[in-house]
C-alpha cells in the first residue's frame, strides 16, 4: 500500500541552524501539507501546498519558514534559523486531488531537536 | 473550547472491552476523521465521516456524527492489547479553500489492559 515517507526521522540541531526535513507524498497525491506536534499537544497545522504554491497557511508559518516541491516527488519543508521553540513532531501529509476534502494520509514524521 | 475536543482524555479498559471516547466541535464541517497515534509515531488514518452521514463502520471501529450537537463518537468493540494508543478526531471545516486543512483535537489516550 502506498505510504508518505518522510527524512530524517530524527534531527538536532543547534538554535539558529536551517533545517530542511523533506517527505515524498503518495505518487498520484496533489495536496500537501505540513503539520507539527509539540511533545504533549495537539497537532497543529501549518501548511498546505497545491500547484505548486502555497494554498494556506496558518499564524505559526512565519517568514521563518519555507516549502517546496523541488522535483516530482520530494516535499520539503524548510525552518532558516531554527528556534528552541520550534522542536517538535513534523507530520507530512497529502491527499488525492481528486478528493481533495478527504482523506489526509500522515507519514511517520520526523523528530526535531533544537538545542 | 478549541475546535475538536476529545474527551475523555484518558481511559483505560480491559482486553475485550469496548472503548468509547467522544469529539465536540464549534464550526461547520466537511468531515470529520479520526486518527490513531502509537506514541512518538505518525498518524494513522482510521476513519472519515461525512457531514450528510450519520454513522459509520469499519472493522471493530463504529462513529457516530450528530451535526446538529457538533459531536462525534468513536467506538472500538472488543478491544485488544494493541489498540492501546491515543485517539485524535480532526475536523475539516465547510469552507472553500483550495488546501483543507485539518483541526486536531487534544487526543484521547487509550490503554487496554491485558
Known amino acids: 500500500e502506498p505510504e508518505v515517507t518522510q527524512t530524517p526521522s530524527h534531527q538536532v540541531t543547534q538554535m539558529g541552524q536551517e533545517v530542511i526535513l523533506r517527505c515524498v507524498p503518495i505518487?498520484?497525491?496533489?495536496?500537501f501539507y505540513w503539520y507539527r506536534q509539540i511533545l504533549g499537544q495537539k497537532v497543529e497545522f501549518l501548511v498546505s501546498?497545491?500547484?505548486?504554491?502555497?494554498?494556506?497557511k496558518s499564524e505559526i508559518f512565519d517568514d521563518q519558514f519555507s516549502v517546496e516541491r523541488p522535483d516530482g516527488s520530494n516535499f520539503t519543508l524548510k525552518i532558516r534559523s531554527t528556534k528552541l521553540e520550534d522542536s517538535a513532531m513534523y507530520f507530512c501529509?497529502?491527499?488525492?486531488?481528486?478528493?481533495?476534502?478527504?482523506?489526509?494520509?500522515f507519514g511517520p514524521g520526523t523528530r526535531l531537536t533544537v538545542t | 473550547s478549541q475546535q475538536g475536543e476529545e474527551d475523555p482524555q484518558a481511559l483505560s479498559i480491559q482486553e475485550g472491552e469496548n472503548a468509547t471516547m467522544n469529539c465536540s466541535y464549534k464550526?461547520?464541517?466537511?468531515?470529520l476523521q479520526w486518527y490513531r497515534q502509537n506514541s512518538g509515531r505518525g498518524l494513522v488514518h482510521l476513519i472519515l465521516?461525512?457531514?450528510?452521514?450519520r454513522e459509520k463502520h469499519s472493522g471493530r471501529l463504529r462513529v457516530t456524527l450528530d451535526t446538529s450537537k457538533k459531536s462525534s463518537s468513536l467506538l472500538i468493540t472488543a478491544s485488544r492489547a494493541a489498540d492501546t494508543a491515543s485517539y485524535f478526531c480532526?475536523?475539516?471545516?465547510?469552507?472553500?479553500?483550495?488546501?483543507?486543512?485539518?483541526?486536531f483535537g487534544g487526543g484521547t489516550r487509550v490503554l487496554v489492559k491485558p
Open positions: 465521516i461525512r457531514s450528510n452521514e
Open positions: 501529509a497529502s491527499s488525492d486531488g481528486k478528493r481533495a476534502r478527504y482523506e489526509q494520509y
Open positions: 505518487s498520484n497525491h496533489l495536496y
Open positions: 464550526t461547520s464541517i466537511n468531515n
Open positions: 480532526a475536523t475539516d471545516p465547510m469552507i472553500k479553500a483550495a488546501g483543507n486543512k485539518l483541526t
Open positions: 501546498f497545491y500547484n505548486n504554491e502555497i494554498s494556506e
